[in-house]
C-alpha cells in the first residue's frame, strides 16, 4: 500500500522527472543484443572494445537498442543455462554465441528455440557443427580458422625444415575453432612432421601448464610447441623457461595476449598466427542490428553469397607476427590475404586501435 502510494504522489510533486523515473513500474523498451563468449579471456577485451565502438558508430542508443559482452564459464552446460535464461528475457533480440563444442546438441536446441522465439542468432569467433547444425544460426563472424591453422603449420614447417614432432594444447578439443586450427596445423605443418595427440585443459591455466609439463617429459623428441587458445600461449613459455629450454624447442601460437606479445619480445615465442577479436565484436553487432532492423542493404553488403555454401561466413583476417630481429620467416611464405607483420609494427596497430591484445 505504501508503494502504490509513491506512485500516486511522485507525478503531483513533479518528482518523477527529477529523479530519472520513467513511470512507477514501467519497463524500459530498450532491446538487447548480445556476444555470449565460450570462456574468460583477454582475447574477448578486444572485442568488447569493437563491439562499444560498433555501438557509438551504429547508434544503437537512437534505435532502442544496447549492446553487451556476457562471459561464459568455459563449458557447454554454461551457455545452455545462458540462453534459457535468454529465452525468459523478452528484451534479447540477437545473439551471437561462440560455441563451446561444435556438435553440442543441448546447445544447439536452444539457440533453436530462441530463433523460434524471433531473436537473431549468429555465432562469433568459434561456429557450431556446419554439416549438422547450421540451421542453428544465420551466419559465422571470424576466422577461417582451418587456413589460420595451416598458416601456423606453415611457421613450423619454414622454421624446422628438417621436420620434426609437434603437438598442440587447447582449452576444449571439441570446439569448432580447435578442431579446425589443429587439422590445418597438420596440414600446414607438412609430412615431415610427427603430430602427437593434443592436449586438452578444460580451459583450466594449471592444467594447461601441466600439459606442456607432461608432454616434454612423455615425448623425448618432441620439438615443437603449440598453442591453439591464447592462454596456450604463455602456458608454453612459462614451462620451456621454467625448465630452461628454450633452445629446444619452436613455440608458435594463435592469438596475442597482452604477455604473450612480451614473452616474444623477450624471445620465448617464434610466431604468432593472431586473430581480430576487435572486428568479431564490431561486425557482430553491426549485423545483428541489422537483422534486428530488417536492414536488407546491410545485410546483403555483409553477406553478399549468403545463398552459397560458405556464404554465410565473414572472414575477419588473420595476421602472421614474427620478433623483430632473427625470424626465418617471410611475407612470401604464406597466402596472399595474411598480412605479415613484424612485432614493432603489430604493436602500432594495437595502439591505433587502443588494444593491448588480440
Known amino acids: 500500500m505504501r508503494r502504490l502510494s509513491i506512485c500516486l504522489l511522485l507525478p503531483a510533486l513533479g518528482l518523477a522527472a527529477t529523479l530519472g523515473f520513467s513511470g512507477c513500474g514501467k519497463s524500459s523498451n530498450e532491446k538487447r543484443i548480445i556476444i555470449l563468449t565460450n570462456g574468460y579471456s583477454p582475447f574477448w577485451d578486444a572485442a568488447k572494445v569493437g563491439l562499444n565502438e560498433a555501438a557509438v558508430d551504429f547508434k544503437l542508443q537512437d534505435s532502442g537498442l544496447k549492446a553487451s559482452l556476457e562471459p561464459n564459464d568455459s563449458t557447454p552446460e554454461g551457455q545452455v543455462t545462458k540462453l534459457r535464461q535468454y529465452a525468459s528475457q523478452s528484451d534479447i533480440v540477437a545473439i551471437g554465441i561462440s560455441a563451446c563444442d561444435a556438435g553440442n546438441d543441448s546447445v544447439a536446441d536452444e539457440m533453436r528455440k530462441l530463433r523460434d522465439k524471433g531473436v537473431h542468432i549468429i555465432t562469433v569467433d568459434s561456429d557450431i557443427d556446419r554439416d549438422r547444425l547450421r540451421d542453428t544460426r544465420i551466419a559465422f563472424i571470424g576466422t577461417d580458422n582451418l ?20 603437438i ?14 589443429i587439422k590445418g596445423v597438420v596440414e600446414g605443418a607438412g609430412d615431415k612432421f610427427k603430430a602427437w595427440p593434443t592436449m586438452g585443459d578444460d580451459t583450466l591455466e594449471d592444467r594447461a601448464r601441466k600439459n606442456v609439463r607432461d608432454a616434454i617429459a612423455n615425448y623425448p623428441k618432441l620439438d615443437t610447441l603449440v598453442g591453439i587458445w591464447s592462454y596456450n600461449a604463455p602456458a608454453i613459455a612459462d614451462v620451456v623457461k621454467e625448465k630452461d629450454r ?6 608458435i601460437v594463435f592469438d596475442a595476449e597482452p604477455i604473450a606479445i612480451q614473452h616474444m619480445a623477450d624471445g620465448m615465442i617464434d610466431a ?10 564490431y561486425q557482430g553487432v553491426r549485423l545483428m542490428k541489422a537483422l534486428v532492423e530488417k536492414d536488407e542493404k546491410t545485410i546483403k553488403e555483409m553477406l553478399p553469397n549468403r545463398d552459397k555454401p560458405e556464404g554465410d561466413i565473414i572472414d575477419t583476417g588473420l595476421k602472421v607476427v614474427v620478433p623483430d630481429d632473427g625470424s626465418s620467416l617471410k611475407p612470401e611464405m604464406f597466402n596472399k590475404s595474411t598480412e605479415f607483420l613484424k612485432l614493432s609494427d603489430f604493436r602500432n596497430w594495437l595502439q591505433k586501435y587502443k588494444l593491448t591484445g588480440s
Do not use: H, S, W
Open 272 to 281: 604468432m598466427v593472431v586473430q581480430n577479436p576487435y572486428q568479431m565484436g
Open 246 to 251: 628454450r633452445k629446444d624447442f619452436t613455440v
Open 147 to 166: 587456413a589460420g591453422g595451416r598458416e601456423l603449420g606453415k611457421c613450423a614447417k619454414y622454421l624446422r625444415p628438417q621436420g620434426g614432432e609437434l
Open 168 to 181: 598442440t594444447f587447447v582449452g576444449r578439443t571439441g570446439a569448432q575453432n580447435a578442431i579446425d586450427r
